[in-house]
């Protein structure tokens, strides 16, 4: 953080990670964009964003930056330029991010940052924008952010904009870091991805079809590391992949089976224990914030 900060002037906001509990690649639009399928699961973990308003106008971003990537272009910085001139703010901010999530891991860890960044600041601002108009916003930004926007566990299609609200019963997740950076681009140009998947349904997932992850077997052979990872994690479950990313997860339906679990793993993996989520931690601070915020003399 630069400068000098007063910290009762900052207010902290949850990042939620998410993951992809499956991911079908089901067609191409004309315009060259995949169309997918994919179930969103935000987690009770994630990075922490850090927002002080600001009243001279300026958007800065604070602390470590995001390698190769300059602040003009830093995703949380867009977000606020975006919803700055949507609602015509006069006002400004600071910008810091505890980052817990792994880049390109596939939990989303940037598209969630952005989403805190336009929700927040919707209501520190008193911008008045509505949730559909903050994931229209997002949308511009990538097409993860309107789900961490809109705080559901969410049936995605489309490019991932298309979501369906879903109820998903408890459940704990073994998540693992491979320390490999996928890059989506170049994943998405592979010549061995499927790219014309059958369209599967809610009911198909309810029911256990296994659907897969279009991105799985591309990453397993091209990267030593993830395979390496996805053949400890199996002693303790049947692994999966995140998103595009190189981040992998075994889910577990209570918190001491997951426990155990990692316990099991040898040790120099890079593993940890999160909750699935029912709702948004985001949209909770939301709530508690606007409570204290009508609630104050």
Known sequence: MSGAVSPSAWTLWPAPAKLNLFLRITGRRDDGYHLLQ??????EWGDTVRLRVREDGEIRRHGPSVPGVEEADDLTVRAAKSLQLAA????????VIDKRIPAGG???????DAATVLVALNALWGAGLGVDELADLGLRLGADVPVFVRGENAWAE????????VELPPAWYVLADPGVHAPTATLFKAPELTRDAPAATISDFVSGVPLGNAFEPVLRARE???EAVFAVLSQIGSPRLTGSGSGCFVEFATRESAEAALAALPTGLRAWVAEGAQASPLHRALADWTKQATSAP
Not at 38 to 43: E, G, K, Y
Not at 88 to 95: E, K, L, S, Y
Not at 106 to 112: A, D, E, K, T, V
Not at 158 to 164: A, H, N
């Open 88 to 95: 015509n703010c006069p006002q400004g901010v600071d910008i």
């Open 38 to 43: 994919t179930l969103f699961r935000v987690l």
């Open 106 to 112: 596939g939990f989303g860890g940037g598209s969630s």
């Open 158 to 165: 489309g490019v991932g904009e298309r979501l369906s609200p």
């Open 224 to 226: 030593p590391a993830i």
